[in-house]
Structure formats: structure tokens, C-alpha cells
């Protein structure tokens, strides 16, 4: 078993752990970068890699999963295609479909246009973030991030919700 150790931290076991787990755990669940948090992530990780490593398995599974639906999230905010994963109707043709002024042409004779083929989104509100694809992937996103919390038993450093301070004795 090695160890990826930092000046003053502890090394993370390694396997089962990757290189790039604690990086990524400190991310997902949104922990200060601190010698004192980088510390308790680290004794975390190594007791549950003690205590029960298929947990460890789990946890790499989350974490990726995870990281496929940040990837998925990151580039439909590339795509400038953000309004239409929060709508819950549509009316027409999604962006990025590709209509001829001819396909909306009704009557050749008099021109009439038929704008039913643009698109629209109706938003509605009530139904709750998860009933949206952004609701849905952001609520997996918090379903996976609270597990891997539950997991690791980080809960002196996230708190009951992200943002949560973390007191240190001076």
C-alpha cells in the first residue's frame, strides 16, 4: 500500500484510494482548502479503507458519477442551451434543430409562415427542481455529494448543509 502524501498531511492509502480522490471529495463536498480539513478528509478516507473497503468501491462510484454529471451540467452551460433544461413543456422544435424557411411555409400561394415550428419553452413552477433535467441532475448531484458525506462521516466539516462553518480552536 503507498501512500500520496502533502507537506503536513497526512498520505492518503493508496490503493484503494486514487491520487485524485481527496481532491475530489473536497470539491464535490465544498471543504476550505486548510491543513486542518485536508487532515480530517485524509483520516476519514484511510479509517473507512481500514474499516471497510468495499465502502472505499462505493465511494469512487459516486465520486465518478458525480464527476459525469458536472461534465454533462458543464457542457450544457457551454452550449448556451441552460433555459431549455428547466423548462417543463416545450411548444415547436428544440434549439439546435435545423429548419428551412420552406418546412415553414404553409401556403405557397399567399406566404403564410407557420411559426408553430419555432421554438418556445414554457416554464411552469411547482413541480419542484426534479422534475426538470438541471432539477434532476442538481438533485443527484446533492443525493451523491450527502453520501459521500454520510459515508466518510465528514459531517464536523459540511455541517447539516453546504456552507456551513467550520469552528477551529485557536
Not at 468495499?54 to 458543464?74: C, F, G, H, Y
Not at 443527484?140 to 459531517?155: G, H, K, P, S, V
Given at each position: 500500500?503507498?501512500?500520496?502524501?502533502?507537506?503536513?498531511?497526512?498520505?492518503?492509502?493508496?490503493?484503494?484510494?486514487?491520487?485524485?480522490?481527496?481532491?475530489?471529495?473536497?470539491?464535490?463536498?465544498?471543504?476550505?482548502?486548510?491543513?486542518?480539513?485536508?487532515?480530517?478528509?485524509?483520516?476519514?478516507?484511510?479509517?473507512?479503507?481500514?474499516?471497510?473497503?468495499?465502502?472505499?468501491?462505493?465511494?469512487?462510484?459516486?465520486?465518478?458519477?458525480?464527476?459525469?454529471?458536472?461534465?454533462?451540467?458543464?457542457?450544457?452551460?457551454?452550449?448556451?442551451?441552460?433555459?431549455?433544461?428547466?423548462?417543463?413543456?416545450?411548444?415547436?422544435?428544440?434549439?439546435?434543430?435545423?429548419?428551412?424557411?420552406?418546412?415553414?411555409?404553409?401556403?405557397?400561394?399567399?406566404?403564410?409562415?407557420?411559426?408553430?415550428?419555432?421554438?418556445?419553452?414554457?416554464?411552469?413552477?411547482?413541480?419542484g427542481m426534479g422534475?426538470?433535467?438541471?432539477?434532476?441532475?442538481?438533485?443527484?448531484?446533492?443525493?451523491?455529494?450527502?453520501?459521500?458525506?454520510?459515508?466518510?462521516?465528514?459531517?464536523?466539516?459540511?455541517?447539516?448543509?453546504?456552507?456551513?462553518?467550520?469552528?477551529?480552536?485557536?
Amino acid at each position: 500500500m503507498s501512500y500520496v502524501a502533502q507537506p503536513g498531511v497526512p498520505a492518503v492509502k493508496t490503493p484503494p484510494w486514487r491520487e485524485t480522490d481527496r481532491e475530489d471529495i473536497r470539491s464535490i463536498l465544498e471543504i476550505q482548502v486548510t491543513h486542518h480539513t485536508l487532515t480530517l478528509i485524509t483520516s476519514s478516507m484511510n479509517q473507512l479503507a481500514d474499516l471497510s473497503p468495499p465502502t472505499v468501491t462505493s465511494v469512487q462510484t459516486w465520486i465518478d458519477r458525480w464527476n459525469e454529471l458536472e461534465a454533462e451540467w458543464n457542457a450544457i452551460l457551454d452550449s448556451g442551451d441552460v433555459q431549455s433544461q428547466f423548462a417543463t413543456e416545450y411548444e415547436g422544435l428544440r434549439p439546435g434543430t435545423d429548419v428551412a424557411r420552406e418546412d415553414m411555409l404553409k401556403k405557397a400561394d399567399v406566404l403564410e409562415w407557420d411559426t408553430d415550428t419555432q421554438y418556445k419553452v414554457t416554464l411552469k413552477t411547482g413541480g419542484g427542481m426534479g422534475t426538470t433535467k438541471a432539477g434532476a441532475m442538481r438533485d443527484q448531484m446533492a443525493f451523491l455529494a450527502d453520501r459521500i458525506n454520510r459515508a466518510l462521516t465528514l459531517e464536523r466539516l459540511v455541517g447539516s448543509g453546504y456552507g456551513a462553518a467550520l469552528l477551529q480552536r485557536s
